[in-house]
């Protein structure tokens, strides 16, 4: 929510950029189509995986478990990737403490896994916001009414806090929303050849902070605690969130971007926060009141508007 983890790939800018150049969708065979579908549905339900290892283990613990399990043993199959330290640095801290480190401090009580996969995806304007703050270059018009109906969304949000979604959860991910955006522009930068290497290696850097700011604020006997009373379930969990949706997330998705137009590839990411929600209210019985459906409906509605405009008025004037 990794969400690009999630999200939807921590790539989402560059992802986003190529879309508007590439060619018209094409249909994917079925395999392929149902490979897509497997990651969003990890990415969408890797929410719920979360909420699910916080019973037993503090957020920064787990997140520091959840980046150490990606670098090890990754690193020995991938080459480091060819970009400066720095960058690969500020990559890893942006993604493992802002976005992971955030991302699990608000499930952890203050707002629900079904909210946070949707509120999460505003990376995308933050994203947009940023680069173009760097660039120099305007926003278009629909990229204006994008952002309008995500901000309505987020704002229902914000009105209908409860027990279940805080406005300090809000934030929070609203938080992680931003540092996702921050390593989108890393990796704009950098420029990785091979994604998913720079993420492997970028959490080298995630580990050390993660694990000092644990010990800092959660305390070495709530870290003890958590490790003593962990199951199999919660290992499984830090496994999940490590490989399925960091390994096998970018390895599919990356495979199925160099064989297929990012047009006909991309949109299936507008599912994430579908599977997000579905999956919290099935295995966690969170409610879907009226105001979460609209909500949702506006925030989905604002990200297929960014993503699906230039494609769709590249057709109509053909």
Known sequence: MRAASVCVSHATHTVLASLHNSPMPAALPLRHFLLALAVVAVWGTNFVVIKLALGHL???????????????????????????????????????????????????????PGIASLVVQTQVFFTIGLSMRISGERV?????????????????????????????????????????ALGNIAAKQGKPANMLAYVVWSSAFAVPPLFALSYVFEGGEAIATGLRHADWMTWAAVAWQSWGNTLFGYAA??????????????????????????????????????????????????????????????????
């Not at 957020?59 to 720095?86: H, K």
């Not at 914000?158 to 991910?173: A, E, I, N, P, R």
Request: with cysteine; proline share 7%; aromatic share 12%.
């Open 58 to 112: 503090p957020p920064l613990l787990f997140a520091a478990l959840r980046f150490t399990l990606a670098l090890v043993p990754a690193m020995f199959f991938l080459p480091y990737p060819r970009v400066g330290w720095r960058n690969l640095a500020w990559y890893g801290v942006c993604i493992g403490v802002g976005q992971f480190g955030l991302l699990y401090l608000s499930i952890n009580g203050h707002i629900s």
């Open 140 to 180: 278009q018009p629909f990229q204006w009414l994008a952002l309008l109906l995500a901000t309505a969304g987020t704002a229902t949000i914000g009105m209908h806090t409860d027990g279940s979604t805080t406005v300090l959860g809000l934030l929070l991910v609203l938080g992680a929303a931003l540092s996702w």
């Open 253 to 318: 998705w990356g495979w199925l971007l160099a064989r297929h137009p990012a047009a006909t590839i991309t949109p299936m990411a507008l599912l994430v926060p579908v599977f997000g929600m579905g999956a919290s209210t099935w295995w966690l019985g969170e409610p879907l009141p009226a105001w979460k459906l609209i909500a949702a409906a506006l925030v989905m509605g604002g990200l297929a508007v960014n993503l699906l405009w230039p494609t769709l008025q590249r057709r109509f004037a053909r």
